[in-house]
Structure formats: C-alpha cells, structure tokens
C-alpha cells in the first residue's frame, strides 16, 4: 500500500472511530452516521452493522462499527475508546495498564462471529475478505486485540491503525499466553507489531503508559492549540486519568507539583481524538516514545518539520537533540511544557523546571515555533 493510499485509508479510520464513539446515543448517531454516509458516497464504503444491534455484541460498553465495501472486498471494525460515564470503560482501562486483556475481549469476538454469520448471509464467504481495524486510546488496545483475534481465525488481515496508543504489547502477549483467542496465534507478537500502524501525541501520560506492539509509530502535533469538544467526542481523559492513578499514586501528584496542574492537564488534553485529525496537524515518522525519558526517536531529515508547526504565539518548545549514528536518527527530548501557552514568561519558565530536573538551560536549544 502507497504511502497516499495509506494517509487516505488513516483518514478514512479516524472518521469511522468517531462514529463509534456516537453508537450508544441514537440522536447524535444518527446525524454522525448520516455525515459519514454522505462523506463516504463513490468509494463503496457502507455501515455493515454496529455493536449495539445486538444483545451480544452490547455488552461491557465495547462501542463498535463494521464497514464493508463489497467492491474491494474489505471488511473494517472500529472501537471507540474510554467514555468517562461507562465504568466498565474504567475497569478496563485499569485491567490494560496492568497488562490484563479488558472484558470487551469477549464482545469483540462475538462481534467478528456477527460479521463472519453476516457475510455468509449474503451468500459470501468472509475469506474472500480483507479486515482492518482501527481504535483510540482503550479502543486502541481493542483494535490490536481485535486483529490478532482476526489472525488466529485465519482470516486475512491488512492493518490495525490506531490513535494515541497506549501500548498494547503486554496485553496481547498475556492474551496469547493465556489461549484466550479463538484460534492458535502462530507469529510472535514482534511480527504481529509489523501490522500495526500508530498515530499518537507527543509524549503524554497515555501513549507511554504500556510498551507498544507497533513497529510504526507517527508522531502528531496539531496546528494549534486543543479545541473544546463534546463529550461524545473525547477519549475519556478524566476516568483514564483516575485509573492511571491508581497504577502510579503519588507519582501523578509528584508530576503536578513540579511542573504544574496545567501542564498535566495540557498532556490529557493532547489525547483527545479532536487532537489527532490527521489534517489538522504535522505528522513525524518516529520510533516508538520512549517512556522512562518521553524522548522522541526522529530520524535526521524530520527535524526541520517542526518549523511546519503552527503557535498560539506564546509557544517554547525546548529540544535537546543527540545523534544516534548507528540508527541515522536524533534522540529528541520535547520538555513537557512545550506547544502550550505559558502562564509567565517562557524562558524564566523553562529555567526553573528545568532546575528542578537537575538540568541546565545552556545544554538546551530553544525554538520558538511560527
């Protein structure tokens, strides 16, 4: 697949997740889907059916859409993330932060058995198919679930494209360790990372939370600073961050201390789906972030896109870069509060948080972003 056709099939992924974050509220779906339709006209593209058409598939708040298009022979499952209302949305979150596969493994799989009964109903034969999977956030992890589901089935697999990521690699592997996929998984969870695809935000508290099982990561800052969003249209920030919590205790407290409730917040609010419209900002081709340091891995040629990222005007982004020239790369460390507004003066900002991390402002580049 071309790298155009792959930005387009993104595109197209980041709309059907959307729609699934609307399937449990018949008013705003049906407008969203109505949008989508439309939007979707000429590419063969429709809405196969959606998780809460049946009793089986609506369990553990698993918030899901199938799309089918008959001309290219593709079938697509989508998962919405974290609702801050659901508490099965909760406790699955904290079972994936520990590793553990979240209960909506089981509604999922119920899901693909509707696809697979759905397309013999029409007299084909779901092998004839191609499936995708998409996700964000906690329907990231589904996403990943959902596809290795798809393997050990057999069924034939393209790509699990999913946003903002919290890393999944352990959730799979305990999952594969476990038998608790329908068929036997017979590629290691490093070939099965070949098939994935990730768009996240720079470094936050979600997208470093787990390894991640992708072998291509993308890195997405936005043009400009987070908008206000619906409810419908937010990963679940609130409740991720009540369970994420729970996993690090005071360190959470420890991060607000030293630099600010608002740089927190700024980090959470990053992982919002609104924040990752993959037209609305710079995407960096990056290895995976590094979660001990919250480094950015980019290679050489990516470092002048950051001049391509749009400011509020009050944006300091600090980077201190080391070449890597094995890897032909640069190890890029974005301090935290970088690409937001800063309440005092940026330079007497960045001093002094970077006192605190024992570090000294004269090892630092500064770059002020057009």
Known sequence: MSKSVLDEHSRFTHSTVNLAYKVQSLSQYQSAEQALTEKLKGTGWEILFKSPDDPATNQYSYKSVAFI??????????????????????????????????????????????????????????????????????????SDLTFVELHSRGLKFDQSITFDNPGSKHVVQNAISKGLFTGKVIETVEELGKNCIEYNAKPNFINTVNEHMSCNTKVLIPHNKPSEVT????SGIWGFGQYLYNKIGSAVGKCAETLGIKSVIDQLESHKMTNLDLDAGVIFDTDSPHPEKGQLIMKQHELSRLEKVTSTG?????????????????????????????????????????????????????????
């Not at 919405?80 to 590793?99: N, Q």
């Open 69 to 142: 298009n008959k001309i290219t022979k593709e079938i697509h499952i989508s998962t919405a993330g974290t609702k801050p209302a659901e508490v099965y949305d909760l406790y699955d979150d904290a079972l994936i932060t520990f590793g553990y596969a979240p209960n909506k493994l089981s509604p999922m799989q119920k899901f693909v058995d509707k696809i697979v009964a759905e397309v013999a109903r029409t007299g084909e034969n779901a092998q004839d198919y191609h499936f995708g999977t998409s996700g964000h956030s906690l329907g990231a992890i589904v």
């Open 231 to 234: 409810e419908s249209e937010a």
């Open 314 to 370: 009050k944006d300091v982004a600090i980077i201190i870069s080391e070449s890597i020239e094995e890897f032909e790369a640069e190890a890029v460390d974005l301090h935290e509060f970088s690409y937001r507004d800063l309440a005092r003066s940026p330079f007497s900002c960045a001093q002094e948080e970077l006192a605190l991390s024992g570090d000294s402002v004269e090892d630092y580049e500064f770059i002020t972003l057009y």
